[in-house]
C-alpha cells in the first residue's frame, strides 16, 4: 500500500513503501527526493551530518533496497506520528535541533509564496531590519 | 494594518514581512491582504511551518531579525494584549477602557518599532543575546509531537477525512494547549464562524487568570 510522507516542507507518495506496525520501510531511492537522508558507507546522511546506523540494530534500519525512516526518526528524537487507517506519516523536526538552532539566535529561514505565487526567503531580506509577523484570518 | 508604518520606515532598512497562518490556503488569506493593500510581503504559510520554527503560538506575534539575520526580539505579541477578553459577545463592542489599553499597546510597539528602524542595535528595544534567549519559550518534546500532530490533522483533513483529522488536532492541543494558533486553526477548518465562537470563549474564560497574550515586557518611550 502506497505511504504518503510529510516532513518539512515536503510531502511526497511513497508508491514502494510498506508499513509494519512501527516500521516504514522505503525504497533507497525514494529516500532522498522524501526526506533529504540518502545511505553511504558511514550510515544515514543528509547534507553536513551522517548519522552511524546503530551497532548490532542494522536489521531494524536496512533492509534490501529499503530503509526504515521511522526508526531513524525515533533515533533521532524525532516526532513520528502514523496514521494506520490513511496510510499517512508524518515526521517532525526534534525538539533538540529546535532548541539548538534557536539557542544560536539565528533567525530560521523559509521560503513562502506571496498571492501571486512568488516565493519569498528570509534570507533574501539579509542587509535589512525585518519585522516578521504572524496574522490569521481565524 | 502595519503599511503606515512601513511607508514611513522602509527608506531606513526596514521591512514588514506578514505571514498567514492559513491551512485553508491563500484564496482564504486572500480578501484580507487585498483589502490591507500592502506594498511589504505578504506571504501565505499553509502548513505554519514558520510558527513552528520560531515558536509562535497565536497571532499577531512579532519577530524583529537584524541586518545579519539574527533574533533581536523573539515572538512576543505585537502591540495587543488581553483587553479583548472584556468585549461583549453579542455586540462586539469594548469598554472605553480597553479601547484605551489597545490602543496605547499598539502605540508603544510601534514607536518600539519605529526607534529600531532608526538606530538599529543601539536602540534600547534591540534586546542582548541573554536576554532574547531567556525570553524565548524552549522547545520541547511535547511541542514537536503536537506539531506533527496537527500536521497529520492538516493532511487528512485536506485529503477529505475531517473526521479523523479531528483527533490528531485533539491531541496537538492537549499536547501543546497554549498553542492557540493550533486550536483556532482547526476550529476554522471545521466551520469558519467556530474560531471566534462560543468554543472560543469558552477557551478563554478556561484560561481564568492566565494570559492568552502574554504582557510584552518593553520600557516606555520617551515623546
Known amino acids: 500500500m502506497p505511504q504518503t510522507l510529510i516532513s518539512g516542507d515536503r510531502t511526497t507518495v511513497l508508491a514502494g513503501a510498506t508499513s509494519e506496525g512501527d516500521a516504514l520501510w522505503v525504497p533507497v531511492g525514494d529516500l532522498e527526493p522524501a526526506s533529504g537522508w540518502t545511505l553511504k558507507p558511514e550510515g544515514a546522511c543528509r547534507g553536513e551530518e551522517c548519522v552511524p546506523i546503530p551497532r548490532g540494530q542494522e536489521s531494524l534500519f536496512v533492509r534490501p533496497g529499503l530503509f526504515n525512516l521511522a526508526a531513524l526518526a525515533g533515533y533521532l528524537g524525532q516526532p513520528v506520528v502514523h496514521d494506520a487507517r490513511r496510510n499517512a506519516w508524518v515526521i517532525g523536526e526534534s525538539a533538540g535541533r529546535r532548541a539548538a538552532g534557536l539557542d544560536s539566535l539565528e533567525a530560521p529561514d523559509f521560503t513562502l509564496p506571496d498571492l501571486q505565487g512568488n516565493l519569498h526567503s528570509l534570507h533574501d531580506y539579509r542587509g535589512k531590519k525585518v519585522f516578521l509577523v504572524s496574522w490569521a484570518s481565524w | ?223
Open chain 2, 1 to 223: 494594518m502595519w503599511q503606515a508604518l512601513y511607508q514611513e520606515l522602509e527608506g531606513k532598512g526596514f521591512v514588514v514581512i506578514a505571514v498567514a497562518l492559513e491551512s485553508r490556503g491563500a484564496e482564504a488569506a486572500r480578501p484580507w491582504i487585498e483589502a490591507a493593500k500592502a506594498t511589504y510581503p505578504c506571504l501565505v504559510d499553509a502548513t505554519h511551518i514558520v510558527a513552528e520554527r520560531y515558536g509562535m503560538v497565536n497571532v499577531p506575534i512579532g519577530v524583529w531579525i537584524d541586518e545579519a539575520g539574527t533574533i533581536v526580539r523573539p515572538p512576543e505579541p505585537a502591540g495587543t494584549t488581553d483587553s479583548f477578553r472584556a468585549m461583549d459577545r453579542q455586540t462586539f463592542a469594548l469598554s472605553a477602557e480597553a479601547r484605551a489599553d489597545l490602543r496605547n499597546a499598539r502605540a508603544s510597539y510601534v514607536a518600539a518599532l519605529r526607534d529600531w528602524a532608526e538606530r538599529g542595535a543601539a536602540s534600547k528595544f534591540a534586546l542582548s543575546p541573554e536576554e532574547v534567549r531567556r525570553r524565548m519559550a524552549p522547545p520541547d518534546e511535547a511541542k514537536a509531537r503536537a506539531t506533527a500532530c496537527f500536521r497529520m490533522g492538516e493532511y487528512l483533513h485536506a485529503v477529505g477525512f475531517e473526521g479523523d483529522a479531528r483527533a490528531y488536532f485533539d491531541e496537538a492541543t492537549r499536547l501543546h494547549p497554549q498553542n492557540w494558533a493550533f486550536r483556532r486553526q482547526a476550529w476554522n477548518l471545521e466551520d469558519p464562524m467556530k474560531a471566534g465562537g462560543k468554543e472560543f470563549w469558552a477557551a478563554v474564560d478556561a484560561l481564568g487568570d492566565g494570559h492568552y497574550y502574554d504582557p510584552v515586557e518593553m520600557p516606555a518611550v520617551q515623546p
